[in-house]
């Protein structure tokens, strides 16, 4: 069993790398790769895009990897290997990402990657810390996890999905905020799993163990 962290030069993989290995030890999940290599992605059991920054520079520095959007299309979308995209990583599994340009995604969830807008002016944006998950229907990936569990997330755009059954949970930041979308053998999460604590490892951990 392999899973594939894709490296396209978006942001620091070594947390990530390491929860991943963590939890791969502790569930029997096989091996975890840091990979920049689309015949690696060709091969990985499960596979692990995530994304640090704005949303057009990780688009662009995606497709500027020989080979890796065709990979991931043949790997996700033909042959239903599982898939986490984590932070811009789940946001370019939108339509359409509007962050300073308007830039396609890989358009695997309908919907479009907007600023938030709190209730509240108050409330500063980026949405920075820690916030409680609200389960919105269930997920595999989500087993041993309720509303109420806390999530870290660093972010000032949020995924508008287009079917509401694509959402699987968010948050309130003065108005609902996406933290999780999901269809078929993709789930992509919004905060970031390997700086969340016992709730985030669990999340991986059922995410490598996850058979769809």
């Known amino acids: 069993m392999l899973t594939v962290l ?3 030069d978006s942001g620091n993989l070594h947390s990530a790398s390491k929860a991943f290995q963590r939890m791969a030890q502790e569930v029997g999940g096989g091996d975890v790769l840091v990979s920049s290599r689309a015949e ?3 091969r990985a059991d499960r596979i692990v895009l ?3 920054g704005a949303f057009p520079a990780c688009r662009r520095a995606l497709g500027a990897v020989d080979g890796m959007v065709q990979a ?3 790997a996700v979308q033909q042959r239903a290997v599982p898939f986490m ?3 811009v990583g789940m946001q370019m599994l939108a339509t359409l990402g509007r962050e300073y340009d308007d830039v396609a995604g890989l358009d695997w969830i309908g919907g479009e990657v907007v600023r938030i807008t709190p209730q509240d ?3 500063k944006v980026p949405h920075m810390g820690w916030n409680d998950l609200v389960i919105d229907r269930a997920h595999p990936v ?3 996890i309720a509303s109420g569990d806390h999530a870290y997330f660093v972010h000032s755009y949020h995924f508008l999905v287009a079917d509401p059954a694509d959402l699987v949970a968010h948050v309130d930041y003065a108005g609902p905020v996406t933290a999780i979308v999901a269809r078929d053998t993709i789930i992509g ?3 970031h799993p390997e700086k969340s604590q016992a709730a985030g490892l669990r999340m991986i951990a059922n995410f490598l163990t996850w058979a769809p």
């Open 6 to 8: 894709v490296d396209y």
């Open 142 to 144: 989500l087993d041993g």
């Open 40 to 42: 690696d992605v060709a």
């Open 85 to 87: 995209g984590i932070c």
């Open 72 to 74: 991931l299309e043949e």
């Open 121 to 123: 002016r108050a409330l």
């Open 50 to 52: 995530p994304g640090d």
């Open 189 to 191: 999460m919004q905060f």
